[in-house]
């Protein structure tokens, strides 16, 4: 079904059993309004291998690490996020090529971050760092972040931005989980929050990946620009707001459909576009329909769809050609 073989995911969630008996422990058993799928390193590569995907790069999902409610939230954030990056590590080496990883880092303490950091990149070798789209509130752009992003800036590392449960979520009478809709509009918030509050131009090496196509970014550009013209933020962003959304890379998981890739497509290239499909939550049935997406979409060219499933990945993780 794919237009070419060795598909390199760049947005593919492993969980665990470490991780989910921490969080059992202080009481937490769900994701973003759903509770845990299983997985399993076996039944990964068996995916893996059933949909053409030679290589992901693996992460912790949401809820992170950091719990704010138990007691000693930073120590234990601190430590899970050892124990995770150990794992994603342990993963690399023992299934050479067929995996990658973005750290987890225990914010919003950014000294213990800057630490684990440092361990996961320089120690373990790990790919990059996942990012929460908010912690307690305060998204990305936020200055309390700048230290981290600076470090960040000066590594030229890849971000993975994935989504979060936004502030206040628990006071919504919708009915609906997180996952199905307000997720995509917490990475739009944290997207144009390091846009809007000068991050991305005073960190211009970081390459920052959103999930799912941006979220809401694509859609709301001609709005968000059109206020920031009127609401004077020309100074922090002289280039116009469409130079900074153009430097984000979005990924196709669960946006793998005509009414997102078209607005991201006239916001961007296809060389700013990466495949990603959200297992082990999005569950592996679904796999298929995300590389029909890409391959059916009429807008993009058999070099653009070449692009998007691999070479836009080797691009950034050069290790992996």
């Known amino acids: 079904m794919s237009g070419i073989s060795g598909l390199i995911d760049v947005h593919h969630h492993i969980i665990p059993k470490e991780y989910i008996e921490a969080l059992a422990k202080i009481g937490v058993n769900t994701s973003i309004g759903r509770t845990f799928p299983d997985w399993d390193v076996a039944t990964t590569l068996l995916v893996m291998d059933q949909n053409g995907i030679e290589t992901s790069i693996v992460s912790i999902s949401a809820p992170g690490v950091y719990f704010p409610g138990i007691d000693r939230p930073r120590e234990f954030a601190a430590d899970l996020a050892r124990k995770t990056n150990e794992i994603c ?13 973005f750290a987890t880092l225990p914010l919003p303490d950014v000294d213990a971050a800057l630490v684990e950091l440092k361990y996961a990149l320089d120690v373990l070798k790990l790919d990059g760092v996942v990012l929460m789209s908010n912690y307690e509130g305060y998204y990305l752009g936020d200055p309390r972040f700048d230290r981290l992003m600076a470090e960040l800036n000066r590594r030229k590392a890849i971000v993975f931005i994935h989504p979060c449960s936004p502030p206040g979520i628990e006071r919504s009478h919708l009915g609906f989980p997180e996952l199905m809709m307000d997720v995509c509009f917490d990475t739009t918030r944290t997207a144009y929050s390091l846009i809007l509050k000068g991050a991305i131009r005073k960190y211009p090496d970081i390459r920052f990946i959103l999930a799912h196509a941006g979220g809401t970014v694509p859609y709301i550009a001609w709005r968000v620009a059109l206020y920031a013209a009127f609401a004077g933020l020309k100074e922090t962003i002289p280039e116009g707001l469409e130079f900074y959304l153009k430097k984000f890379y979005y990924d196709t998981a669960l946006s793998a459909s005509p009414y997102a890739f078209a607005s991201l497509q006239r916001l961007t290239s296809a060389s700013q576009v990466l495949f990603g499909t959200d297992y082990v939550f999005l569950a592996a049935a679904g796999i298929p329909y995300t590389i029909k997406g890409i391959v059916e979409f009429n807008g ?4 653009d769809i070449a692009a998007i499933e691999r070479k836009n990945a080797i691009e950034l993780f050069p290790r992996l050609k």
Do not use: E, Q, T
């Open 300 to 303: 993009y060219s058999v070099n």
């Open 89 to 101: 590590a342990g993963l690399i080496d023992d299934h050479p090529g067929r995996f990658g990883a």
